[in-house]
């Protein structure tokens, strides 16, 4: 049995033939949808998501391919294609009777939340992205030694057949790897939730590696087409990030600002995991951004 969030209740809701996401919903008023990273579920959203819910509608999702969500097979570089994970979450709103909706997304969520901004802007009223950069600047922004941070990105990004069999052969290793590196409170999150998202990921080797894929393939494509077409986020944008630029020698403020018009660009002394580590930073600028 997967954790779940006190006080919500879950629900399947169909978004696509075949694909389904395990979504947790609670409260009431204007609605937010919460999108979870890697390598974990929609619990990442715990202490934020209980908050909210005091006076909003939130609706948390685990991402396709992740947690108790449908995993279906790659069957080309679509199915895990941001566009296609992005409209999986307008999917789900809709379904559950919210044509507008706040978007907030850490890691691999924030980059479906950018590209359901790009893609639905009728659809979001405010996003919040959490230390993540837009798809095609991080693949700028690597470059060198210093590109061993992100060693991952690498791997996943090879050919159907090759990082697959790789991880799973040590995939609490693996994933473990993540969890205990990225996180700058170890007690931020406990054995229970540590366990949960190795169980959630180790089952979910495939769609996982076919998602980071995707960014290294058709995201980028997507992502070039819409900086041609000179398109930008339209609704106020909240970033947080930690403070990779002054390390990588790049300015995630200005990186930022060339794709949102209306941009809040912050950054934390927390860990990657920061709806853990700094729950209450997170609600802060949350609360910020909804009331712009």
């Known amino acids: 049995m997967s954790l779940t969030i006190p006080g919500f209740t879950y629900h399947r809701v169909g978004t696509a033939p075949g694909v389904a996401l395990h979504t947790a919903v609670a409260g009431s008023g204007p609605a937010v949808v919460l999108l979870h990273g890697f390598p974990q579920t929609h619990v990442m959203w715990r202490h934020v998501a209980a908050d909210l819910a005091r006076d909003h509608t939130v609706i948390?999702?685990?991402?396709?391919?992740?947690?108790?969500?449908?995993?279906?097979?790659?069957?080309?570089?679509?199915?895990?294609?941001?566009?296609?994970?992005?409209?999986?979450?307008?999917?789900?709103?809709?379904?559950?009777?919210?044509?507008?909706?706040?978007?907030?997304?850490?890691?691999?969520?924030?980059?479906?939340?950018?590209?359901?901004?790009?893609?639905?802007?009728?659809?979001?009223?405010?996003?919040?992205?959490?230390?993540?950069?837009?798809?095609?600047?991080?693949?700028?922004?690597?470059?060198?030694?210093?590109?061993?941070?992100?060693?991952?990105?690498?791997?996943?990004?090879?050919?159907?057949?090759v990082p697959e069999p790789m991880i799973e052969a040590v995939a609490d290793t693996f994933f473990a790897s993540f969890l205990d590196g990225w996180v700058a409170d170890p007690a931020a999150i406990g054995p229970?939730?540590?366990a949960e998202y190795l169980r959630a990921s180790r089952e979910a080797v495939p769609s996982i590696v076919a998602d980071y894929r995707a960014s290294a393939g058709v995201d980028v494509t997507h992502d070039r087409e819409d900086r041609a077409a000179g398109r930008v986020l339209t609704m106020p944008v909240t970033a947080v990030q930690q403070d990779w630029g002054a390390a990588l020698g790049y300015d995630?403020?200005?990186?930022?600002?060339?794709?949102?018009?209306?941009?809040?660009?912050?950054t934390t002394r927390a860990g990657h995991f920061m709806a853990e580590e700094a729950p209450g930073e997170v609600v802060a600028a949350l609360r910020g951004l909804l009331a712009r």
């Open 60 to 161: 948390c999702p685990d991402l396709r391919g992740y947690g108790e969500s449908d995993k279906p097979a790659e069957a080309d570089e679509h199915t895990y294609a941001k566009r296609t994970m992005a409209a999986d979450v307008v999917a789900v709103a809709r379904a559950l009777g919210h044509e507008r909706f706040a978007l907030a997304g850490h890691d691999r969520g924030a980059l479906v939340a950018l590209r359901a901004g790009l893609d639905h802007p009728d659809a979001v009223t405010h996003l919040l992205t959490l230390d993540v950069l837009p798809t095609l600047d991080m693949w700028d922004v690597l470059h060198g030694a210093d590109a061993k941070v992100a060693w991952h990105l690498y791997l996943m990004a090879q050919p159907v057949g």
């Open 252 to 266: 995630a403020a200005a990186l930022w600002g060339a794709w949102a018009a209306d941009l809040d660009h912050r």
């Open 192 to 194: 229970e939730h540590r």
